[in-house]
C-alpha cells in the first residue's frame, strides 16, 4: 500500500513539476507533508542534500522519500514515477513534433500556469525563510536565527555585487552549515 | 548493442558530474551529446531546452529521453534516461540508510541548522530569478501575484489545499480569458 502511495504521489509532483528542480519542491512539500512521510525541518535537509549530491534534485528528492519510508521498493517506486510524466510527455511531443505546445489552446493554458508557478515557488522560499529565521520561543524573538538569516541572505546576494554570477550554491550552503557550527560553539566558549 | 551502451554510459556520466540540476546539466549534456558524440544538433539542444521548460519534470530527464529516442528509438531513450537516474539514485539511497544516524552527531546537527536557512534563501533565488525572465504585463503579474498570496496564506494557516489545485486554476483561468477574447479581437479587426 506504502508503495502505490509513493508511486501516485511523485506521480503527481512529476506531472506537475514546471520550471525544473525548485518547482517541484513545493509540489513535493505538498505530498511529503500530506502524507505524513517526512516533517518539514527534515525535508529541508534533504533538499540541502539534494543540492550538493550529483544529479537531478527532483529525482535525489524522490529516491530519499521513497527509500526513507519503505526501503529500496520505496526509493524504486517513488523514482520510477517522479521520471515517468517527463519520459512519456518527450516521446510525445518528439513524435508528434511540438505542433502540440505551439496549439494556442495549450499556449493559453501556459501563460497561466508559468506565472502561476512562480508565485508558488516565490511563497515557499518566503514561508521557510520567514518561519526558520524568526523563530519566537517562550515569548522571546530568537535572535541567532535571525542574525544568521540576515549574514547568510546579505552573502549570497551581496557577492553578485563584487563577482560576476556571486557564490554557488553549493558555496552557499558549505558556508551556512559552518556558520551553523560556529555560532553554537561561539556561545559555548562563553562570546 | 554499443550504441545503447554508450547512451547509457554517457549519461551517467552527466548524472554522476553535474551537481545542482536542471541548468547546470544542460551545459555538460551539450558538451557530451552536441560536441563529442554528435548526437544532435546544437539546434536541437536549444529546442529541446525549450520543451523542456513547457514540460513537467526534470529538465536533465527530458533532454536524455530526447537524444536517447532519437538515436535509438524506446530502447536509447530507456537507456540514456536510466544512466540518468541511476548515479543519483545510489548515491541517495546510501545517504538516506545513514543521514538519521548523522543527524544524531551534535555538531551536524547544528550545521543543518544553518543548513535549513540557505535552503530557504536558494529557493528566494530561484522564484526571483524567474520573476526577472517573466514577461512585465498585467496579466502575467496578476497570475504570480494571486498564486503568491494564496500560497503564502496555505502556508501559514497549513490549510490542506495543493499546489496543484491553483496550477490547474490559473491554467483553466487563462484558458477562459483566451477564449473569452478571442472572437471580440477576430472582430475588432473585422471592422
Redesign the interface.
Known sequence: MILLELFAGFL?V?????????G????IR??VL?YGWLDD?ML?????????????????LA??VG??QAG?PG?LAA?LA??L???I???L??ALL?TV?KN??VQ??????????????????????IR??IVIRDGVLLIR?LL??LV??AV??GSRKIKKGGI???L??C???????A???LYAAGG | MSLLLDLFLSFAQV?????????A?IALIENTCVEKKRWITHDEMM?ITV?A??????????CA??VG??QKG?AG?LAA?AG??L???C???A???L?DHF?EIT?IA???????????????????R??KK?QKKP???A??????????LI??FSV?I???V??L???????V???VNRPAAKGGAGK
Not at chain 1, 540541502?48 to 535525489?60: D, K, L, Q, Y
Not at chain 2, 548524472?15 to 541548468?23: C, I, M, Q, S
Open positions: 503527481k512529476g506531472c506537475f513539476a514546471f520550471g525544473g528542480a525548485y517541484a519542491i513545493p509540489l505538498d505530498v500530506s525541518e529541508t535537509y534533504m533538499i540541502a542534500v539534494s543540492e550538493s549530491t550529483p544529479g537531478p534534485i527532483m529525482v535525489n529516491t530519499y527509500s526513507s529500496f526509493a523514482t517522479v521520471v510524466p517527463s519520459f510527455i518527450i516521446l511531443v518528439t511540438k505546445l494556442p489552446f493559453a493554458v501556459l501563460r497561466g500556469l508559468k506565472p502561476c508557478m512562480i508565485g508558488i515557488i516565490l511563497a515557499t522560499g518566503v514561508f521557510m525563510i526558520n529565521g536565527p544568521l538569516t547568510l541572505g549570497y546576494f554557488s550554491p553549493i552557499l550552503i558556508i551556512s552549515a559552518a556558520a551553523g557550527i555560532v553554537p560553539a | 548524472g554522476l558530474f553535474t551537481f545542482g540540476g536542471g541548468y546539466m529546442n520543451v521548460e513547457s514540460t513537467p519534470g526534470p529538465i536533465a530527464i527530458n529521453t530526447y529516442y532519437r524506446l531513450a534516461t540518468m537516474v548515479p543519483s539514485f548515491i541517495i539511497f545517504i538516506s540508510k543521514l543527524l555538531w547544528h550545521a543543518f541548522q544553518g543548513i535549513k536557512i540557505a535552503v530557504g534563501i536558494l529557493i528566494l533565488d530561484a522564484a526571483l524567474m520573476l517573466m496579466a502575467p503579474r497570475f504570480m501575484l494571486s498564486a503568491f498570496a494564496a500560497m503564502l502556508n501559514v490542506r495543493s499546489s496543484i491553483l496550477m486554476a490559473a491554467g483553466l483561468a487563462s484558458l480569458i483566451f477564449m
